[in-house]
């Protein structure tokens, strides 16, 4: 579709366009959807720099993802649900941090010992997102969308159009490597496991 008929295209025909690299048609659904989505975000988080940050990698996601993306709905309500998700897990991790931060200043006797712990859940932090990047890709990106944009198995199987017991056994796989090297770090470097285990606790069932 030439750009000059974009501006009368559907929402389905300007999806379409994006799966072909359209950055054109991809300005215009910012254009049509960001300040609703905008208003969607900040009304959950309260906070409009988060929500302007929220907003903004809702869209770069449809852009990065366009090749593996598949809607079976209308594109306002994939924006939506993609919106609502993305803010929950922001604010499911805002809350994991401020939980942390809370226990720890209740459990730990003094200053030393605060810096210490702190200093631990960071680099066992650091070490949790490497680990993660380092996952094959197939993995990391499912794992990603399980974990990061909280979709069910069976989304995860309709987006990417593969049985779910491949997502399963995807998601499957990285938690055994991802734990398998967070818990070595607990044995080769001393780490408390206090720390190892609020890191895992961000992402794996106990």
């Not at 069976?154 to 987006?159: A, L, M």
């Amino acid at each position: 579709m030439k750009n000059e008929n974009l501006e009368k295209a559907s929402d389905e025909q300007l999806f379409k366009e994006i799966k072909k690299g359209n950055r054109k048609a991809w300005e215009l659904i910012i254009k049509s959807y960001y300040n609703a989505l905008f208003v969607f975000i900040l009304g959950m988080v309260k906070e409009k720099e988060s929500a302007e940050e929220l907003v903004q990698d809702v869209f770069v996601n449809i852009w990065d993802k366009r090749d593996k993306i598949n809607i079976t709905t209308s594109l306002k309500a994939y924006l939506y649900r993609a919106a609502r998700n993305h803010t929950l897990n922001f604010l499911k991790r805002k809350k994991f941090e401020m939980d942390y931060h809370k226990r720890l200043a209740q459990t730990s006797s003094n200053l030393d010992n605060k810096t210490e712990e702190s200093i631990h859940y960071t680099e066992l932090q650091k070490h949790l997102f490497k680990a993660i990047e380092d996952l094959p890709d197939s993995c990391k990106h499912i794992f990603k969308m399980s974990r990061y944009e909280e979709l069910t198995y069976k989304e995860i199987s309709d987006v990417l159009g593969v049985p779910v017991r491949s997502v399963h056994y995807q998601i499957g796989l990285a938690l055994k490597e991802l734990r398998n090297k967070l818990k070595g770090l607990y044995s080769k470097e001393s780490i408390p496991f206090f720390a190892l285990f609020l890191v895992l606790a961000q992402f794996f069932p106990f």
